[in-house]
């Protein structure tokens, strides 16, 4: 195992010298990212149904372990809007109990990954799916935010997608102006604050102006602390929830599989990102233990599931930030917000909570993707619909699970597709056989009577299979000699091999023999693993195409010329 894997970028980042001008540049961005992610804490931590103070718990200590122990320089963690969803639905489901307990399996999951060296495997989630799923949870937030947004007089806001609009429709004549005009401007002041400068979030500009506003006039208008009383001005004492019987356990799983999937996806996706952005190189599987770490440790105190921010690692980034140092700053900024500024907290109107999640909800849509995958493939549009409607009308977890499904089939069948097998023999008498320049034709060579000759192009797995005995079973009569080209079947699996078995069987009841040519490394471990090798006989094996046609010409008593010119493939 390469140590270097599992290193983390804060221990190579003071290897390789951490100068001076280093920490002032990291100290900067990590107190701007600290200031940005303040009121995202916040309503990340509100619309996933736990109190305002468990999203800020979640930023503080997951931003410092995933900073500590990352596999990329400059990658900002905390919560983030991809779990808002799932969350809400847990604690609905299973209260946070169950909640604490799924993102610690979560966390323990993610570990496995990250040592089993799959943060390269979780990259090639396709992009349907991700986009699917993503769209949908933009919606739901979205749809979410409604009640806040426009003060509407609703106790109890339902899960179900389709329920939350009844009961909006039902409460539309209890909206209220003054809560509306300060979510919709929320919304314009971070729409246009970039047009002013991008040192300061404009997120931050509408928390202080809608705040100050709302106290200076003491207007009826929902507040934090309105609705969940003070906020706490320091870190809880860590404990364990209560260990579950073990039917919970089985059913705390599939969530906490989801959980592992979005924080593995979302924080290797920023990583890549921050990549593109620093002309750096991060560790994947590092990042993956990292993330695993703070959801092990994060409920202990608390906190929500967490990952890697892109907006934030993106921000820490266009404010200098180089080294994991920042992301520490960024978490101790945020504690001591927490422990000198969080009495403030509660002053902070509910509709500016709305506004700032409806442009999360609209960046994370990104829309313009999702009508470009609408005009691509009719498979990938399957993808794509078929994840969007189920995490927004069922839930995420089956929407990853059938979007992975239908993606797997989709690829099977394109594979399948690829995958051509067919008689040279036969196109040799069409005059439809390959490329005269291909030096490994059989134009080239003279086929014995009495000898067939059947290649397979492409991946020889489960998929072409079927494929592969139908168009065997379009011989005729059986041939003396079947010679079996395989030069470009660099892999096979079970169900080929069975296949192959199957012809072997068939051979030997036919009276033909059947010989292998141009068969590649892979394709012959699974041979004389599986004891096919012996079955054929070693002798009938060959790496060249000439040497097969020889073993057919000795077995069936002809005499053979080879062109003294003839290349072997």
Not at 225 to 248: A, Q, Y
Request: net charge neutral; charged share 15%; glycine share 10%.
């Amino acid at each position: 195992m390469s140590r270097s894997l599992f290193v983390p970028k804060l221990w190579s980042t003071f290897q390789e010298g951490y100068t001076r001008q280093k920490f002032l540049n990291d100290l900067l961005a990590g107190i701007i990212v600290g200031i940005v992610a303040l009121p995202l804490a916040i309503a990340f931590g509100i619309a996933s149904g736990v109190k305002p103070e468990q999203g800020i718990f979640t930023a503080i200590i997951a931003g410092f372990i995933i900073s500590a122990l990352s596999g990329s320089r400059v990658q900002i963690g905390g919560p983030t809007g991809a779990f808002i969803v799932i969350v809400y639905d847990i604690i609905q489901r299973f209260g946070y109990d169950g909640l604490a307990i799924a993102t610690m399996m979560a966390g323990a999951l993610l570990i496995v990954m990250g040592l089993a060296r799959l943060g390269g495997v979780i990259k090639f989630i396709p992009y349907p799916v991700t986009v699917g799923f993503t769209s949908g949870i933009a919606l739901i937030i979205l749809i979410g935010q409604i009640r806040d947004l426009l003060g509407l007089q609703v106790d109890q806001v339902p899960s179900e997608f389709f329920e939350k609009i009844v009961v909006y429709g039902k409460n539309l004549g209890t909206f209220s102006l003054l809560s509306t005009l300060i979510g919709i401007g929320t919304i314009l002041v971070i729409y246009l604050w970039p047009r002013v400068t991008h040192r300061v979030p404009g997120s931050l500009i509408a928390i202080l102006a809608t705040t100050a506003i709302v106290a200076l006039f003491d207007l009826p208008v929902a507040t934090i602390g309105s609705r969940f009383g003070d906020v706490p001005n320091t870190l809880p004492i860590p404990h364990l929830p209560p260990l579950p019987s073990w039917d919970r356990l089985t059913q705390l799983f599939s969530p906490a599989l989801t959980i592992a999937i979005l924080a593995g996806v979302e924080s290797l996706l920023s990583a890549v990102v921050a990549d593109g952005m620093t002309e750096g190189r991060h560790r994947s599987n590092m990042e993956l233990v990292a993330q695993g770490v703070a959801n092990l440790v994060v409920p202990l105190f608390g906190g929500i599931p967490a990952t890697g921010a892109i907006a934030r690692t993106a921000t820490n980034i266009k404010n200098g930030g180089r080294s994991p140092i920042a992301g520490i700053v960024h978490a101790v900024t945020l504690l001591l917000i927490l422990l000198f500024f969080s009495k403030w907290a509660v002053m902070i109107p509910m509709p500016t909570l709305a506004g700032i999640l409806v442009i999360v909800a609209w960046n994370m849509s990104e829309a313009h993707l999702f009508i470009k995958l609408l005009k691509g493939p009719r498979g990938d549009v399957l993808v794509l619909l078929s994840t969007f409607g189920l995490t927004v009308l069922i839930d995420l977890t089956v929407a990853i699970q059938v979007g992975m499904v239908l993606a797997s089939f989709l690829f099977m069948q394109r594979m399948a597709e690829v995958t051509q097998v067919g008689f040279i023999t036969r196109e040799l008498r069409d005059e439809e056989e390959e490329d005269f320049n291909d030096p490994g034709s059989m134009r080239n060579r003279e086929i014995p009577p009495g000898v067939e000759v059947f290649e397979i192009n492409g991946p020889f797995f489960f998929g072409a299979a079927d494929k592969f005995k139908n168009a065997l079973g379009e011989i005729s009569s059986p041939p003396k000699v079947l010679v079996l080209r395989m030069r470009h079947a660099l892999t096979l699996d079970a169900t080929a091999l069975q296949a192959l078995e199957t012809v072997l069987a068939r051979a030997r009841r036919d009276g033909t023999q059947l010989v292998l040519s141009g068969v590649h490394a892979q394709p012959l471990i699974v041979m004389e693993q599986s004891n096919f090798l012996d079955e054929i006989g070693k002798e009938n094996v060959f790496d060249e195409i000439d040497e097969s046609l020889q073993r057919a010409s000795e077995i069936i008593g002809f005499t053979r010329e080879v062109k003294k010119d003839s290349p072997f493939c």
